[in-house]
């Protein structure tokens, strides 16, 4: 985020770069920058014939530098982005040579997704000398909740923490996703608004009572009314609902409390970064630290990789989703 900010203010300052690599996991960023510097570089008078938009599907190496070394027509400069650069990787090596000696009328932006450059190469070594070389990493599941509270806190936004553990479970690490169902939120409630988990069930479609968090809480709880009510729920839903993610989080959740049982620092800050989750939550795993002695968490953590082969198809052909959940749900009470 940082580093995103350094960029756009070096824009915003006149200090642009001829080269703008823009590369990683998480495509975010990526579309942020390019969008940034595709709407602000040029006047909408220039753009018409000083911005080009290119895709790596389309076009070849060679292509794009004979683009880039096109002179602007009644500007200052020009600009080149070139989207789904990641279609190029097995010839980005060719680009050394323009690299080397950039037009200093263009600014040339590549888009590349998903991958990154290898930082032996010579061309990336290059790039970063010449230009910027901007690497948007994937976030873990325990840093997503932060960046969606930052999100709304810069929009006057706040959010509360069941809604952002709703967010992360059903939409997951996917940034964009995030992004656009906050931004419908927003076009709903006004600025100042604190979202909850109502909002989201009504806005965005997750049910605030039947999920996996409130699966989990159940669990912990050892409240096995409420989870044979979600479980339920989930059956009569599975396209919402698929039992493998389920699962999975189910898995998820039971090998943070063994490793809890394991932790001899238990200041609450360590077991939450231990744990990676908010510390927000962790009355919760304290609750299931005490329903869940270590062995029986370890004879859990075993039937569940049972149930996820199964839940595959393998040796189970037999049983539904309805008969894997119940069967989870019986060996975790039992």
């Known amino acids: 985020m940082d580093e995103v900010l350094k960029i756009v203010n070096d824009i915003k300052s006149g200090n642009i770069k001829p080269i703008y690599f823009l590369m990683g996991e998480e495509p975010y960023y990526i579309d942020k920058l390019s969008d940034y510097i595709e709407q602000n570089v040029l006047s909408e008078e220039e753009k018409g014939f000083n911005q080009t938009v290119l895709y790596g599907r389309d076009v070849a190496i060679e292509d794009i530098i004979s683009t880039a070394k096109r002179y602007p027509m009644m500007a200052d400069r020009q600009v080149v982005i070139v989207k789904e650069a990641q279609e190029l990787s097995r010839t980005i090596d060719k680009l050394e040579t323009y690299v080397d000696n950039p037009m200093a009328t263009t600014v040339l932006v590549f888009c590349y997704k998903y991958k990154t450059l290898d930082k032996r190469k010579k061309v990336t070594k290059l790039l970063a000398q010449k230009g910027v070389v901007y690497e948007s990493k994937k976030l873990y599941d325990n840093q997503v909740g932060d960046w969606i509270k930052r999100v709304l806190s810069g929009k006057k936004y706040l959010i509360e923490p069941k809604a952002t553990a709703m ?26 608004s604190t979202i909850n988990p109502k909002h989201i ?30 479980a339920h729920y989930f059956s009569d839903n599975p396209k919402a609902n698929p039992l493998i993610v389920t699962t999975s989080t189910v898995f998820g959740f039971y090998i943070k409390i063994l490793k809890y049982h394991g932790l001899k620092d238990r200041n609450p800050k360590n077991v939450a970064s231990v744990l990676g989750v908010s510390p927000y939550f962790l009355k919760d795993y304290d609750i299931a630290l005490k329903n869940y002695p270590m062995k029986k968490v370890s004879q859990i953590i075993t039937a569940l990789r049972d149930i996820d082969v199964k839940s595959k198809g393998v040796g189970a052909n037999a049983l539904s989703q309805s008969d894997l959940l119940r069967e989870m749900l019986y060996k975790i009470f039992n």
């Open 167 to 192: 967010l992360v479970e059903f939409l997951g690490t996917d940034l964009s996703k995030i992004n656009n169902e906050l931004e419908k939120l927003q076009i709903i409630l006004p600025a100042g």
């Open 201 to 230: 069930e009504e806005n965005i479609g997750f049910s605030k009572d039947f999920n996996n968090f409130e699966l989990l809480n159940a669990l912990g709880s050892r409240n096995q009314l409420k989870a044979f009510q979600i």
